[in-house]
Structure formats: C-alpha cells, structure tokens
C-alpha cells in the first residue's frame, strides 16, 4: 500500500510558501522535507536533515544560491544537494559523494508537488490552466477519510463531485466554476487539503473566494475530525532515513574513480571573453552535473583524444552549467586549438565530474588572489565564493593589456578587492607583488595561479616576505620539469597487502593500473593533484609542481603519475 | 519503551537540584519514564519515591544535587577533585529540560565546530571555524577524554576580554554524564571546570543538571550563571531539531568528519556497553 502512495504526485506547498530566500518545512507520508526556492527560481525538496548530525535543514539559511545548516554551517548545492563545504575542515575539499536525499519535485498551478517516488511528469489538470489557489486546510484524518468526505463538499446546489483517478476529488457547479481538491496525507492521521478553483480572480472576488471556501473547509474539516476521533488513531508512519554511503563511515573518505569521463556535456554558449580567450558554457544534457567546489577543475575530453584540464569558474550555486576559460596556446599540442577551432555551441563534449586539487580555505581573516592571464579561471571561481560569503579578499589580476582581461562581467562582482595590473614587465610584476605581500600574518593566505616563471617569481617573494608554506597555495597549468623515468624500484600497497615492481620507462601509476588497481587521475603530469597518495616509508624523487616545497621535504606523499622512489622501496598508503 | 540497560538502571542519577528542591515542598520528576517524587524529609534530608510502587529508592546529596538509582549501584557517584578546591565557586546554571535523547545533548558538548555557528561571537566566530587534529583516547578507568583540543574564541568566558585561543580538555565519565576543563583566561596553568550530569526523563527527553566550578577570581556568580544560560539556550533549539530524538548508533546513520572524533569514540563506546536507551542501536 505505502508503496502505491509514494509514487504518486502530491502538493506539499503552495508556491506562494516560498518567498525568497525563505526555507520552507512540510511533510509528505511522515516523512518532514525542507523546501526552498534558490534565486534562479528552481524549487529543491530536500530530506528535512543535515547528513551530518540531524539537524533539520528547514531551520537552515538560504543564501540564494545554497543552503546552509545552522549547527555546522555545512552548505549545500541548489539542484544537487552536494555539499561544498566544511568549514570544519576548510582545506579540504568535501567528497564528492556527501549529498543530501533530494525527492522528485514539480512547481505547477500555483503549488509544489512532490512524491517519494514518483516518476515522470505531473499529469496534466485539465481545465485548470488559470487556477487560484485555495486556503489549504489542515485537517487531522487519514486521507482516505478526507477524500470521502470531499465527496460531499458543496457550494450550492447544482454541486456535483467526483473522484478522478488520480485520488482527487473534483466539484463542478452548473454555471462552470469548479474546484479539484488534492489531499496530502502529511502522515497516517494527518491531511491537508489543497485545492484549485478554475479560474483565475484577484482583489476583492479572491478575498471573497477564499473566505466562503475556508468557510465550506472548515465545516467540513470538523465533521472529519469529530469522525476520525470516533475510530483507531493509525500508527504514524516511519519512514526510513536512508543510511549514508559505505565510504563515508571511514574518515577522510577519498574518491577513487580513474580518469573516466562519465558526463556528457553540451557547448550552450561559446564566446571570445578576452583577446585569445573563449568562455565556454557547458549544459549538461540530462540529469543533473555533480556538485563543483572553488578551484576545481574537470578533465574535457576533446574530439581529438586529447585530455585537457580547465577550472570551473562557477560561482555559488550556479549548479545548472559549467563554465570554462580557454586561452588559445601559441604552442599548442592540439588541446587549446581543437577548442578555439572545431569545438563549437551546441557540440557534445565528455567531461570528468569535478575535482578538487586547489581548495580554497574560507577561514581567513584575509585573502589574496593573485592570477596570471588565465590563470585567473579558478580563482574567479573562489573569489566569488568568498564574496558571497562577506569575507574580505584582495584580487590581483596580471595582464598584457585591457584586451586580455577576460570575464569582465564576473571580475565586476569584486567592485574594489580588484586590481588589474596591465602592460607590466617582469621586474614591475615583482615589485608589486613585493608591494602586495608585504604582510604575511595570522590568517592571512595567499592563493596563485599563472604561468610558471610568473609562479615560482611570486612563491619566492612570498617566501622572502616571511609567508609560511602553508599560507602559500598555488596551482601549475602544467609541469615543465624534465621527467626522468629511468630507474626501476618496488613499491609495498599497505592497503592491499602487494609488493609491485615499477621498470624504468612506467610511471607507478601505470603499474597500479595494469594491476588492476583503481587510482584516479587527471593531468598526469604532476600537475594537477589527483593522483596523489600517502607514503608510510622510503624516499622520495619528486618531479611533480603540485607540492608545496615544504610538503616535499616531509615526504608523505607522491605523485604517482611522474614521481619516483630514490630509494630501493616505497611502501605506499593504498 | 523502557529501559533496559543494566550499565543505567544501576548507576546513579542526578534528579533534583538540592537548592530548589528546598524552595518547593517537592517535586515530580521521571526517570528513565519512572514517576518519581522527591521531598525533604522533616530531618532535612531529601527522599525519593518511585510513586508507581510507593517504593523509597536509594538518595545521596552531593556536588548540591539529589542522586538516586533505580536498581542496585555498584559504583558510586563520580569523584570531582575540582568541586572541593576552595578558590572555586560551585554555581549551576539551572537544570533545562530539553526534548532530545540526553545521548545528543552529550555529543553536543563534546562538539567544538558548532561554536562559530550556534554560539557565533561568544565561543566562535566565522571565520575561524577550522576544528585542528586533536587527541582522543579511551582511559584504562574506561572514560573518554580528548585533549589538546584548541579553538579560536571571541568570548571564551564570564571575564574573557578579547579573542583567545582557548584549550579545552573533554571527559565523558559515564553515558549521560560528560565534562569539560577549560582555559581560564587569568591562570593560564589552571582550568575552569563544567559537567553536566544529564537525567534521562525518556529516550527522546531529558533534565541537563549542570555544574560549573569556576575560579573565583574575577568571576562572580550570577555571570557564570548568567553565561552558561546564554551558551545553553543557543544550544537548546538545535538540539530539539535534531531528527532523530534518539541517537543512532549505526555508523552510516550519519556522516562522520575527523573534528567528531570523539563523537565517534563515544557512539562506539555506547555500543561496547550495549548502552541503548536514548540510542537507536547499530542493526
């Protein structure tokens, strides 16, 4: 039987519930959902608790954009329910996997509908295309006794009802007004009574409308409940909470997922945003794109089998699309070429879900953003996380000239945290990064992204000026080290209790691989993080440009895709 | 649902504050949703009655509280080295009921990230919500105390005057009785010390008797008062949002981050004494 209710369609708000900004609380068949509208307009019915204590998310803030819970502030994505952030952990990215329970929800005819488990689209309502919303009426019986009863409900005399297939009840008057009534059963014991009139009124014929309808409810809300007392209170339904998934029992849960290119992705827009540069939107084609973080990046898989990494730009909660900045390479293998040429609006790209290498920490008393042509792309992305959060930052953009300044429109955003610093030549660059990092302190960190001279210059000041390792977060666009791949070692998987033996010429990647052992990746050339892994023991020859310098000293981790043993063993953390 | 775990039917439980109770004639209050009446007796003593049976139960008064147990207690009340240090006040800041399993009123305590988010600009601020590694370990007297745990605080205290890095240590002595050792702002070689000894009323409701020994210096007693009501009103309704009541058990119920690693001891430790009253037990 509860199956049967739960794949049904049901109005569970009206959609004057959901002000802006608002979080809205109902319930559907015992189980509380938090419902709220984010300011591109999209209605999320969500589970009513926060995956991480409980708590309910109706008490919750809805920044327009995302929600977040009130105990932890964990956030939340509109449309996927991903969560973006922990501020408990602000240099970590959240896994990927950490998503609320979100239910099948539809906004039509002035209400919110929404069922378990339904499927498909609201069936049409016939004749009521131009409806008013009634009062709803709470009325403390089970449905099906609140359905009977609307069997009888009348206005006047000429009333006639029946019930449609779907459980409604509908009452049509001679003269052609008529209501369809929906009940929502909140729980075994408990119902609301929905109901559209066919026609749409405003000003005083509404007022009056709606008070003779609440009148005609009432009435019959009473003889109801007098009726459902008579009986057996049922039990109240327990829904199940779904329990979260295996991997997040364990702490930190890292996602393993190879370099797969699951989605599928449609060019929406493309266009030049500055000399050389294309801004690309991309639109999922169906079902939704998984929750990005500020500063991740997804792999694109170009009609010419090239892999290439671009960062997502995306603000807060702009969940619906991705979009990428893509500077067309003098020297371009065919990656940034393929995309300036032959990728246009309305292709279908593969793409890899987000991931996130270059976190942004959101607990920084201040921050400061300093990008190199297009290296601006991932930090656009945390800037505006930041300022949508009121958290103060400084913006440093190094440009050749105005025709280089790409996303102008999103730069906007940052008002006066902006500089644009254009035409400078090396020696200026560096002394107005020596300008711009003159004080390091408590809380305070710098994040780069630019070319690699451009890099390794501001990393240096940084480090003259008395930065801490820690404080400095940068990401490559690509590693120019020169590899050497020549000698051969073992490497112990504490994990997985092997020993594999690594040739000269094979990255230990390959060899994880061809063992059969799952380990994501991305760049592959020591740019870009995901490969990474813990080292319980031996000595590392680090030839990535991911980690820090101080992280290299310590040793507890490699890149697999181009590092290497220096000495005969590694025993690695997987 | 009653109670079953002998680990609680045989401990002791705090059910009354000593001073309120001479206020009144005398009260009723439950235990374990046991109707209990508490009374002075015309010795001054206080008694406590199971009024289902007219049964008298066991009582001692100690730290200020009414203590009794509703089976035979093979243990007795828990030592506080800090209650007899005579620079200390000994304040409660008033017994809350508060309409969730004691078990998550427990877990809250041990809880450091809410404090940007539930006590923003007394014990946290955004945006300094980092939670940094800390230590936890389960004692051989079977008690979990976590230590080294630092949080950047506004107001850390009655008398704090300005941010601080606070320290705080955490012990969980028993299932429903939990403290905390805290920085004092004036010796930094000393803490102020709080423990709320939690009376389970049903397993989705309970009394949070508290008490707070403070060094008295530069301190008086209305504002430790005073501040713990604040703290604990900030605390009350997200933990009366919190879905389920109960506390579950399971380890994929809900989703653990490392800043809860004392609260994943104790759910464990619960689990190990096959403490279930107030949780929803592991499947």
């Known amino acids: 039987m509860t199956t049967d209710l739960q794949s049904n369609w049901y109005p569970i708000a009206s ?109 049409a309502i016939d004749g009521f295309e131009s409806a008013t919303v009634l009062r709803p009426v709470p009325i403390m019986a089970p449905q099906k006794m609140v359905n009977q009863a609307l069997l009888g409900y009348a206005w006047d005399d000429t009333c006639e009802s029946a019930e449609n297939s779907d459980g409604s009840v509908t009452i049509t008057a001679t003269d052609g007004s008529a209501v369809r009534v929906f009940v929502q059963p909140v729980d075994s014991n408990h119902s609301v009574a929905r109901a559209l009139y066919n026609r749409k009124v405003a000003g005083e014929e509404r007022i009056a409308l709606l008070k003779r309808h609440s009148w005609l409810m009432q009435e019959l ?53 500055a000399d050389g540069i294309a801004s690309l939107r991309l639109e999922a084609i169906k079902d939704q794109l998984p929750t990005f973080q500020p500063g991740a990046h997804i792999d694109v898989h170009l009609p010419n089998g090239l892999v290439r990494q671009y960062s997502v730009t995306n ?124 004080n390091p302190g408590y809380a305070r960190h710098v994040y780069i992204c630019g070319p690699g001279p451009m890099l390794e210059a501001t990393r240096q000041i940084a480090a003259d000026k008395g930065w801490a390792d820690e404080a400095v977060h940068f990401e490559y666009f690509k590693n120019t080290t020169e590899l050497d791949d020549s000698n051969s070692f073992e490497i112990d998987l504490a994990r997985s209790a092997m020993t594999l033996t690594v040739p000269a010429g094979k990255s230990i990647l390959d060899v994880l691989r061809e063992n059969g052992i799952n380990m994501s990746s991305s760049c592959e050339q020591g740019a870009c993080g995901t490969c990474r892994c813990g080292v319980i023991e031996g000595d590392v020859i680090h030839q990535d440009v991911y980690l820090s310098d101080g992280e290299k000293a310590e040793g507890r981790s490699i890149m697999t895709c181009v590092s290497r043993a220096a000495s005969n063993r590694l025993i690695l953390d997987i | 649902m009653s109670c079953h775990d002998r680990i609680l039917l045989d401990d002791w439980h705090a059910v009354a504050d000593l001073e309120q109770l001479k206020s009144g004639a005398h009260l009723k209050t439950e235990l374990f949703e046991r109707v209990l009446k508490v009374s002075i007796q015309p010795n001054g003593m206080p008694a406590v009655t199971l009024c289902a049976e007219g049964r008298d139960l066991p009582v001692q008064v100690k730290y200020g509280f009414v203590w009794t147990s509703l089976g035979t207690p093979d243990r007795g009340i828990i030592d506080i080295p800090e209650a007899l240090e005579a620079d200390r006040y000994l304040v409660s800041g008033g017994s809350f009921p508060v309409k969730v399993s004691g078990l998550r009123v427990v877990e809250n305590f041990l809880d450091m990230g809410h404090f940007p988010f539930v006590h923003t600009g007394w014990l946290g601020e955004e945006p300094h919500t980092e939670v940094a590694p800390y230590q936890v370990e389960l004692t051989s007297d079977d008690e979990i105390i976590a230590t080294e745990c630092f949080f950047h605080q506004p107001v850390a205290s009655p008398t704090a005057d ?68 604040l703290i604990f009103a900030q605390d009350k309704p997200i933990l009366e949002n919190q879905i389920p009541r109960r506390l579950p058990l399971d380890p994929r119920a809900e989703t653990p981050i490392r800043a809860d690693k004392v609260a994943i001891l104790y759910r464990r430790w619960l689990r190990d004494h096959d403490v279930n009253y107030g949780a929803i037990p592991a499947a």
């Open chain 2, 162 to 229: 300005g941010g601080i890095e606070v320290e705080y240590k955490y012990r969980v002595y028993r299932p429903y009785i939990v403290a905390l050792y805290k920085t004092n702002p004036l010796y930094p070689d000393r803490m102020d010390y709080i423990v709320l000894f939690i009376q389970p009323v049903g397993p989705e409701s309970c009394v949070v008797h508290n008490m707070l020994c403070y060094i008295k210096e530069g301190m008086s007693e209305p504002d430790i008062r005073w501040f713990m009501q």
């Open chain 1, 221 to 273: 809300r009473d003889r109801t409940e007098t009726q459902a007392a008579r009986q057996e209170t049922p039990a109240p339904y327990e829904p199940v909470i779904a329990k979260v998934s295996e991997d997040l029992v364990d702490i930190p849960a890292i996602s393993v997922d190879g370099r797969k290119a699951d989605l599928r992705v449609q060019v929406a827009r493309k266009e030049m945003t």
């Open chain 1, 15 to 123: 959609s004057s519930d959901l002000p802006k900004r608002h979080v809205y609380q109902a319930q559907l068949l015992g189980r509380e959902f938090a419902v709220w509208r984010a300011d591109d307009g999209y209605v999320n019915v969500w589970e009513n608790r926060c995956l991480h204590r409980g708590v309910r998310l109706s008490i919750g803030i809805n920044n327009g954009t995302e929600l977040r819970c009130q105990y932890h502030g964990w956030r939340y994505a509109n449309r996927t329910a991903g969560c973006t952030y922990i501020p408990a952990h602000p240099a970590d990215a959240p896994a990927r996997t950490i998503c609320n329970n979100t239910y099948p929800a539809q906004e039509a005819y002035g209400l919110v509908w929404a069922g378990e488990l339904a499927v498909g689209e609201l069936p």
């Open chain 1, 315 to 438: 603000g807060p909660g702009e969940t619906d699309h991705y979009t990428i900045g893509v500077k067309r390479e003098p020297d371009s293998r065919g990656g940034s070429v393929a995309i300036h040429d032959t990728v246009g609006e309305g292709d279908v790209l593969a793409i890899s879900a987000p991931r996130n290498n270059f976190p942004l920490r959101r607990d920084a008393v201040h921050t400061i953003f300093i990008a190199g042509g297009i290296g601006v792309t991932p930090l656009i992305a945390m800037a505006r996380a930041l300022n949508a959060q009121g958290l103060e930052f400084e913006f440093h953009y190094f440009v050749q000239s105005d025709d280089h300044v790409a996303f102008k429109r999103e730069l906007s955003e940052f008002e006066g945290a902006l500089n644009i610093h254009k035409g400078q030549s090396p020696k200026e660059t560096g002394e107005t990064l020596t300008e711009v990092l003159a």
